[in-house]
Antibody, heavy 119, light 107 residues
Framework: QLQLQGSGPGLVQPSETLSLNCTVS??????????WGWIRQPPGKGLEWIGS???????FYNPSLKSRVTISVDTSKSQFSLRLSSVTAADTALYYC???????????WGQGALVTVSS | DIQMTQSPSTLSASVGDRVTITCRAS??????VAWYQQKPGKAPNLLIY???RLESGVPSRFSGSGSGTDFTLTISSLQPDDFATYYC?????????FGQGTKVEVK
């Protein structure tokens, strides 16, 4: 059974960079049929797609976040990562990592990692 | 950017009711729509993809329809386990946009 486990600091200072990792187990991150994505959900609010990556490193991002987002992949560790720079309180959210089928809908999700931006 | 407008934001219903949730895209997206169910404290769960294809393991009381700009998720007979929040999602040209969500609550 595929599992995704997100990890990273739960508290980030304003103006700093948020960093999260997602470890994939029970399946291959290099499976050619799938992409790997990040989605976030502010407390009590809806879902926002952040971006996705293919195992080759090809990425695409939400235009509204593109200037601050970097997603990378390390196939040797079965991990993909999110970096979001210059964070503010508006970036406080539950951050999910997920597997995307080629058309970018998400069939497996991690449990979510809560990140709070506060001094 | 293509926008998705989901309605209603809240829906009150009883067990056994037929429930319909709609999403409208700001431009045609063929059939590139997925639907998810999310329960409190849990990650979303994929129900429907390509507008009408039922994900494996999802009960047949869930169905999706539509193409172009207008899409519908229907629960034919609401069960106690179905009280949750539902999201539509468009996917096109390697981008994804979620609707605002519909909370299905007990009437």
């Amino acid at each position: 059974q595929l599992q995704l486990q997100g990890s990273g600091p739960g508290l980030v200072q304003p103006s700093e960079t948020l960093s999260l990792n997602c470890t994939v187990s029970g399946g291959s991150i290099t499976d050619s049929y799938y992409y790997w994505g990040w989605i976030r959900q502010p407390p009590g609010k809806g879902l926002e797609w952040i971006g996705s990556i293919y195992y080759t490193g090809n990425t695409f991002y939400n235009p509204s976040l593109k200037s601050r987002v970097t997603i990378s992949v390390d196939t040797s560790k079965s991990q993909f990562s999110l970096r979001l720079s210059s964070v503010t309180a508006a970036d406080t959210a539950l951050y999910y990592c997920a597997r995307a089928r080629s058309k970018q809908y998400f069939d497996y999700w991690g449990q979510g990692a809560l990140v709070t931006v506060s001094s | 950017d293509i926008q998705m407008t989901q309605s209603p934001s809240t829906l009150s219903a009883s067990v056994g009711d037929r429930v319909t949730i709609t999403c409208r895209a700001s431009q045609s997206i063929a059939s590139w729509v997925a639907w998810y169910q999310q329960k409190p404290g849990k990650a979303p769960n994929l129900l429907i993809y390509e507008a009408s294809r039922l994900e494996s393991g999802v009960p047949s009381r869930f169905s999706g329809s539509g193409s172009g700009t207008d899409f519908t998720l229907t629960i034919s007979s609401l069960q106690p386990d179905d009280f949750a929040t539902y999201y539509c999602q468009l996917y096109k040209s390697y981008s994804a946009t979620f609707g605002q969500g519909t909370k299905v609550e007990v009437k």
